[in-house]
């Protein structure tokens, strides 16, 4: 077997081959897909939503929270078959498990051809071409040396998009494994972001979340830092509206609360703020940088400039030594903050991590309990936090239409997804719209 790590210079097929990708995980692996596909079509490949359909099949995959290896040998598997039809079929794996796993991917599964990490999706089409040439290869380097230079490559960006602002994460919290799948944090040149979000509204973008996995602590090379780059982007640009995640509390400042402030409408009134778990102790194990009334300090800081924010959260449940009152503060916190949604998981020890090696950890009983009890806590908050939108008034910035359902649907500034009926010439207007139904999950609304 020959795992080639070095870079050689291989032109990918002349020929149109299919290409298709499965996605797991969160929203910048969705994008880091689009990129992928829009490389391989310059490279004269052609997406196809089968992998029926497909001579070269790669899994975008995931390893934040699940034991996402088991996932990729069978789905790898479910393409044994098509493989065994058609022999010049290639089957790469990328993202997080690339970056993880390497090498013995393919040892362990002969059936992949090529393996290549987060940092490495720009070489795909070569990668691709080099898996044509030479029997397996893996290129899962990070590229510590080279600047943080990628342009928005999105097919079809519609009303409402994704921008990458920074990759990589310095934070080291001792449960998260992106540090070590995703590489060191590095900022994209403000010029650059500028410049594609002017691309994008061309395009008819309306909306940019920005993205980065602790936005917070962007800094350009020009000395731009996150609440100008905000400033800037809704100040110099034709977006109508500007979110962004995800925040990390000990970098959120008064100074981009001050930034939303004087940016409203644009800037929308909707934060997601992680604080992982309530009680200080397990906060400092967990190496998150505030106590749980600091995080409560942030949060009276941003509802006194903003009173109508909207906080949304990531919660980890069962973190190693977490005691059943230390869990109770993080029920406690839910409710004191009044969170309209909340992202909760079972801690899963990670490879590399420092928390993983910890003593006592939890029980799986104990885990599956302590989140039923956390959801359970948050439903009833939830549906009456809901049903108080009911009569109000929101503009909704129209996205698209579904054609299954044959309603059309757009999203508030609060990020709330609200179905109408009207016409598909309304999609990227922004629409004022009585709410008439509204569950936690997603509004009903009427033209007005
Ligand atoms: N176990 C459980 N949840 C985790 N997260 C990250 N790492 C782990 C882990 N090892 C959650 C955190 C983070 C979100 C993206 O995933 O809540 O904010
Ligand atoms: Fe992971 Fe912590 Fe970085 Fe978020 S801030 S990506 S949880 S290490």
Redesign the pocket.
């Known amino acids: 077997m020959n795992l080639n790590e070095t870079s050689a210079q291989t032109a990918a097929p002349v020929t149109q081959k299919g290409v298709y990708i499965s996605t797991y995980g969160?929203q910048m692996n969705v994008n880091d897909t689009e990129r992928m596909y829009s490389l391989l079509e310059m490279a004269n490949f052609t997406p196809v939503t089968s992998p029926d359909q497909a001579e070269v099949i790669i899994i975008n995959s995931c390893s934040?929270?699940e034991k996402p290896v088991h996932k990729v040998y069978s789905e790898v598997g479910t393409f044994r078959r098509l493989k065994e039809k058609n022999p010049n079929i290639r089957i790469g794996v990328g993202g997080c498990v690339g970056s993880q796993e390497k090498d013995k991917l393919i040892k362990d599964a002969p059936l992949i051809d090529f393996v290549f990490g987060t940092d490495n999706i720009d070489q795909l089409p070569e990668i691709v071409g080099r898996a044509y040439d030479q029997s397996k290869v893996v290129q899962t380097q990070f590229q510590h040396r080279a600047p943080y230079h990628v342009e928005t490559m999105v097919r079809n960006p519609g009303v409402a998009t994704f921008v990458n602002i920074t990759k990589g994460c310095d934070n080291f919290c001792t449960?998260?494994?992106v540090p070590y799948t995703r590489g060191r944090e590095k900022s994209r040149p403000f010029s650059h972001i500028l410049d594609d979000v002017n691309k994008l509204t061309q395009r008819g973008v309306r909306e940019v979340t920005l993205l980065g996995q602790n936005v917070n602590s962007y800094k350009s090379d020009c000395g731009v830092d996150f609440a100008d780059l905000i400033e800037r982007l809704a100040v110099e640009t034709d977006l109508q509206r500007i979110r962004y995640t995800t925040s990390h509390p000990k970098d959120f400042n008064q100074k981009l609360v001050d930034v939303m402030y004087r940016n409203q409408p644009k800037v929308c009134e909707y934060i997601h703020l992680?604080f992982?778990a309530g009680n200080s102790r397990v906060l400092e194990m967990m190496n998150r940088g505030y106590t749980r009334e600091q995080y409560l300090e942030k949060i009276a800081m941003i509802k006194k400039a903003i009173p109508n924010v909207v906080l949304s959260t990531?919660?980890?449940v069962g973190f190693p030594t977490e005691t059943e009152d230390e869990f109770k503060e993080t029920i406690s916190m839910v409710e004191a903050v009044g969170f309209e949604t909340i992202y909760a998981?079972?801690?899963?020890?990670?490879p590399f991590t420092k928390a993983a090696r910890f003593e006592g950890q939890i029980a799986e009983d104990v885990k599956d309990d302590r989140l039923a009890r956390l959801f359970a806590a948050h439903d009833a908050l939830a549906m009456p936090l809901a049903e108080s939108y009911v009569g109000r008034v929101l503009d909704v910035l129209v996205e698209g239409k579904d054609e299954k359902r044959g309603n059309m649907h757009g999203r508030t500034s609060q990020n709330k997804n609200v179905y109408f009926t009207g016409d598909k010439s309304l999609i990227g207007q922004m629409v004022p719209m009585r709410i008439t139904k509204a569950n936690p999950a997603v509004f009903r609304g009427e033209l007005i």
């Open positions: 969160c934040v929270r449960f998260c494994v992680p992982q990531d919660i980890i998981f079972k801690y899963s020890p990670r």
